[in-house]
């Protein structure tokens, strides 16, 4: 087993200034964490009847479809406003530097299904939480949400998830 956080890259003031981007292509970019990453999140949900796993854009398909396919579930791509090309649900959320608003295709989950939410990073829980809600719009029952990376401390980003199953493959301290 390797150390996860040894293959994340920081890079100051991206995309703006004052936020520390954490940076997951590097661990992408190396098969041992990348396979371990995805076995991590397939072991922690494998006995949990997943029907669907939900990733949020961009970082989130590299990942997203992996855990599918192993979960044998089907795939649902969260993205930005915009993008996708059918009739949408859409959700505003706050980000650490602004406001953004994603949309999942209102047909991809039929009432009911188990759905795992998968994102690359945990920080003010924003995003998450508009995932969770574009899921529960379209009548799916989150059974839970897997990151790479939750940033811990000051941002309190599972706080806004409580009551669900998170996953997190690594926890990095962020100070006030």
Request: proline share 3%.
């Amino acid at each position: 087993m390797v150390k996860l956080i040894d293959f994340i890259r920081n890079v100051p003031d991206w995309p703006v200034d004052g936020v520390q981007f954490k940076d997951i292509t590097t661990l992408c970019v190396n098969s041992i964490p990348f396979k371990e990453s995805i076995d991590k999140i397939v072991e922690h949900y494998k006995d949990k009847g997943i029907d669907k796993v939900a990733a949020i854009e961009a970082r989130g398909y590299v990942f997203g479809g992996a855990i599918a396919y192993l979960l044998d579930a089907g795939f649902i791509l969260i993205r930005k406003e915009g993008k996708l090309p059918w009739k949408c649900y859409q959700e505003e959320y706050e980000l650490e530097y602004g406001t953004d608003i994603i949309e999942m295709h209102q047909d991809a989950i039929n009432k009911g299904e188990k759905v795992l939410l998968f994102d690359d990073l945990l920080a003010t829980g924003g995003t998450a939480k508009a995932a969770i809600r574009l899921v529960e719009k379209a009548g799916g029952i989150v059974e839970g949400f897997a990151f790479v990376i939750e940033l811990t401390g000051s941002l309190h980003g599972r706080d806004k998830l409580e009551g669900y199953d998170i996953l997190a493959l690594v926890q990095i301290p962020v100070e006030e």
